[in-house]
C-alpha cells in the first residue's frame, strides 16, 4: 500500500517552451499512432483468435461426416445387395412356376390326346 503511494506521486513536469508546443501541434504524437494500431490489430484479432480450436472442431466434424456418408454407402450397398438377391430370387421362383405350368400343359394335352384316340 505504501508502494502504491510512491508510485502515484510523480514529481512535476518541466514547463515546455513554446517551440516544443508549436512541434506538438505540427506533429502527432506517436502514442496516438500506436493506438490507431492498436484498435486496427484488436478488429483482426477475434477472427485469428482459436484458430486451432476451430481447425481441430472442423477436423473432427470432417471425419464424422467421412465416417457417417461411408456408413451410409455400405448400407445403400447391402440394401441392393438384398434387393439384387430378392429379384433374382422372385425370378427363379417365377421361371419354376412357368416351366411346371408348361409341363402340365404337355401332360393335360397329352391325355386330351390319348383320351380323343380312344374314341371313336
Given amino acids: 500500500m505504501a508502494e502504491e503511494a510512491k508510485q502515484d506521486v510523480a514529481p512535476p513536469a518541466p514547463e515546455p517552451t ?11 504524437s506517436p502514442e496516438e ?5 492498436v484498435a ?5 484479432k477475434p477472427a485469428a483468435t ?10 473432427t466434424r470432417v471425419a464424422t461426416e467421412k465416417r457417417i456418408s461411408l456408413i451410409k454407402a ?14 433374382k430370387l422372385l ?10 405350368a408348361a409341363e402340365l400343359e404337355a401332360e393335360l394335352k397329352k391325355m386330351q390326346v390319348s383320351l380323343s384316340s380312344h374314341l371313336p
Fill in 33 to 37: 499512432s500506436k493506438a490507431l494500431v
Fill in 40 to 44: 486496427e490489430n484488436d478488429a483482426e
Fill in 74 to 87: 455400405w448400407e445403400e450397398n447391402e440394401k441392393a445387395k438384398a434387393e439384387n438377391k430378392a429379384v
Fill in 50 to 59: 482459436g484458430g486451432s480450436h476451430e481447425r481441430d472442431a472442423l477436423l
Fill in 91 to 100: 425370378a427363379d421362383i417365377t421361371s419354376w412356376e412357368n416351366s411346371k
Fill in 18 to 28: 513554446e517551440d516544443v508546443a508549436d512541434e506538438k501541434a505540427a506533429v502527432p
